[in-house]
Structures are given as C-alpha cells and as structure tokens.
C-alpha cells in the first residue's frame, strides 16, 4: 500500500521528463525551418557581386532585391499570427514554407531581375513563419522565465544559416555560380519541412479552445495598436534587428570587396566570423537578462551603444575596424533577445501570439525598408561623389539613435507586480 504514491510520483516525473524531452525535440525540428529563413535573408552580401555583373544592377536595385524578402516577410506576419492562433504550429509552418521552396527554386531559374525579385518575394512568404512559430512555440511549452534564455538559444541555433552563407555559399558561388546557391538552399529546405513533418505534432489550440473567427482575431490585432506602449515597442524593433541584417545580409560583401579589395571568399570568411559571433550573442544575453526591472535600460544602451559602433564605421576606412567592427556588431546583436523578453512581459499570455507577431512584423518590415533606404541613400552619395558605404553606415547609426529615443520617451507598459 505504500509504495502506490511512491510509484505514482516516478510515473508523473517520467512523464514530465519525457515532455520536456519531447519539447525541445519538436523547438528543435522548428528552428531548422529559422536557420534555413536566416540564410535566405542574408544571401545578398554573398551574391551581390555576381547579380551585379549578370543583371547590371544599381544599388537601388540591390537594394530592393535583398528587401524584397523582408518587406513579404513581415507583412505576413499578422496572417501567420493568426494561422497560428486558429490552426497550430504545425499546420501553419508546412503549409507555408513549400512557398519557400518554390520561391528559392525560382530564383535559380531567374532569367531577369524581375523573375529575382518576384523568387524573393516568395520566400520571405514562405519562410514568415520560421521564428515566430518558434517563439509561440516556446511560450506555450516552457515556463516564462526561462522565455529569455531559450529564446536566446534559438536564435543562436537560428543563426547556423547564416554562417551557410558566410564562407560555404561564397566558395559554392565562386566554384558554380549563385543559382547553386539558390538550388543547394532550397534542398535543404525541404529536408527540414520533412523533419518537422515527422517531428512536431503539437495539437492545434483550437481543439481546446473555443473557435475563433478570423474577423475576431484581427479585431484582436487592431486592439494592440490601441495600447499607448505597442508604439515605442514597434519603433525600436524596426530598426534593432534591421541594422544588423542590413549590416550582415546586403552592405559587408560589397564595402570589403570595393573598399579593401577582398576577394568573395576572403569577404565570406569575415561574413561567417561574424555569423558565429551572432550565434554566441542570443545565448549570452538570454542567460544575462537583468529582468523586467533593469531590462528596458539595457535595450536602450545597448541600442545607443550599437549605434555608436556604426557611426565609428562609417567614419574610418581602415581594414582592421573594417573587419573587427562587423563582428562586435554581431555579438551585440543578440541583445534583440531582450527585446522578445520584453514584449513577453509587456501583453497579457492570451495575448502572446499576437504581440509576437506585431513585434515580428515590425522587425522585418525594418529591415525592408531600411535596406530599400539604405539603397537610395547609397545611389545618392554615388551620384554626389561621395563613399556610399560612409553614407549607409552613417544613416543606420542614426535610425538606432532615433529608435532609442522613440523607446525610452514613448509610453512603456504597465509596471509588472
């Protein structure tokens, strides 16, 4: 008789066990679909020189090229949010990210800049998904505070696809050319739809909860806009995460190569160096996240402090900043991590998916924008005589700057009890 409870309490601790396994194998199967979007989105430094040279593109148009992805990824991000909330994780990440598939395969073929942007386009659907499935993910299954840390773990095992192409995508590009790239990035993708396929059978909250429509779930997206603190939140995003991608995804390759006269692989081996720096950021600031209290403070020095390293950047033109800048930039980008756990904190849980998803949504339309920006602003300073790559560098010190302000003199949210 007394060994019942004995025998119960190891059942329930083997079984909590056996979730906790199973959530992290299913996180898992999901940030392959993350670190296959984060080298999609980050193509365009490797592969400017060759689209130049086979489609005489400006830098306008390389710009918009590589915003092409983002301004499709974030637009999505309220539809996915809602895919999510309405139909699971899983349904919506295999039902979205064939999209991907087909789009990177199109852009293989691609026979004008045209057909190119429209692949582009087609990923960034496709791909609208890959994180925030994740977050949600992590939201539903782990305990909130542990959200910061493991979120810092996924996006450091997010950040695997950029070092693809770093040194790899280069040496691929210059032994093939860039539609292998294309091709070699669109297999792998299916591989991991596959896994999560086999992998994440996480039922959809809709079994258990009433039925939403979706003309209530967007009425429940408008309501967030309505909050006087969503405003700092989505400013700041646009240009935290922006700055880096932008930095990372478009202007590295082209300013090593025109400036200093790297070759393609000697400008992938500085991208993948800075890849791996941006793998150790999100884990480390996840584990050093001072809390609600302090954690507001640290996003905005952070931010100013990053915008100062751009603005160092921009002014000097030697190799060493050149190539050392560009990986501290890296590493403290993992501060973005904070900003998740704030937004985690700043919206009621029934509400998690949704704030995620504006917050996403923010985040990448930044990029787009400011890569599409940053692309003007570049024509012009060619136009005018002056370096291009001083006058980008300078314009996103700027956005980081007014970003910070926005944040730190905007409403925040409710102090937490």
């Not at 596959?194 to 429509?213: G, N």
């Not at 922006?242 to 930095?247: D, E, G, P």
């Amino acid at each position: 008789m007394t060994s019942t409870p004995v025998q119960t309490s190891s059942q329930s601790g083997t079984s909590s066990a056996s979730a906790r396994r199973n959530a992290w194998v299913m996180l898992f199967a999901l940030t392959t679909a993350f670190a296959l979007s984060q080298a999609w989105r980050t193509v365009a430094a490797i592969m400017a020189a060759p689209l130049q040279a086979d489609f005489h593109l400006s830098a306008q148009q390389l710009g918009l090229f590589a915003g092409a992805f983002h301004f499709a990824f974030g637009a999505m991000q309220l539809f996915m949010g809602i895919g999510i909330d309405l139909h699971g994780v899983r349904r919506t990440v295999l039902t979205a990210f064939p999209v991907a598939i087909a789009g990177s395969a199109l852009s293989a073929l691609s026979g004008s800049y045209g057909m190119l942007v429209l692949g582009q386009v087609l990923i960034g659907v496709g791909c609208a998904p890959a994180f925030l499935v994740c977050t949600v993910f992590i939201a539903r299954h782990f305990p909130a505070g542990r959200f910061a840390a493991i979120s810092g773990i996924t996006l450091g095992l997010g950040g695997i696809g950029m070092l693809l192409t770093g040194t790899p995508l280069a040496w691929l590009i210059q032994a093939t050319s860039w539609r292998m790239g294309f091709a070699v990035l669109g297999g792998l993708a299916a591989l991991a739809w596959l896994l999560i396929w086999q992998l994440v059978h996480e039922p959809a909250p809709s079994d258990a909860l009433p039925r939403e429509s979706v003309r209530e779930a967007f009425r429940k997206f408008g309501a967030l806009f309505l909050l006087p603190h969503t405003l700092g939140i989505v400013l700041l995003a646009g240009v935290g995460y922006a700055a880096f991608i932008s930095l990372r995804g478009l202007w590295l390759g082209p300013l090593l190569m025109q400036r200093h006269g790297f070759s393609l692989v000697q400008s992938g081996n500085v991208a993948l160096v800075m890849s791996l720096a941006s793998l150790l950021g999100p884990p480390l600031f996840g584990r050093l996240d001072p809390g609600p209290a302090r954690r507001r403070a640290w996003i905005v020095g952070f931010t100013l402090l990053l915008a100062a390293l751009f603005a160092a950047f921009a002014m000097t033109h030697y190799t060493l900043v050149d190539v050392v800048g560009p990986i501290v930039i890296g590493l403290l980008s993992g501060c973005l991590v904070l900003q998740y756990a704030d937004v985690r904190a700043a919206y009621p849980a029934s509400l998690t998916g949704r704030a995620m998803a504006v917050f996403t949504m923010a985040m990448f339309l930044g990029v787009a924008v400011m890569q599409w920006f940053t692309g003007i602003v570049a024509s012009i300073a060619t136009a005018h005589g002056a370096d291009p790559f001083t006058a980008v560098l300078a314009s996103i010190a700027a956005l980081l700057v007014a970003g910070a302000l926005a944040f730190s003199f905007l409403p925040g949210p409710p102090r937490q009890p």
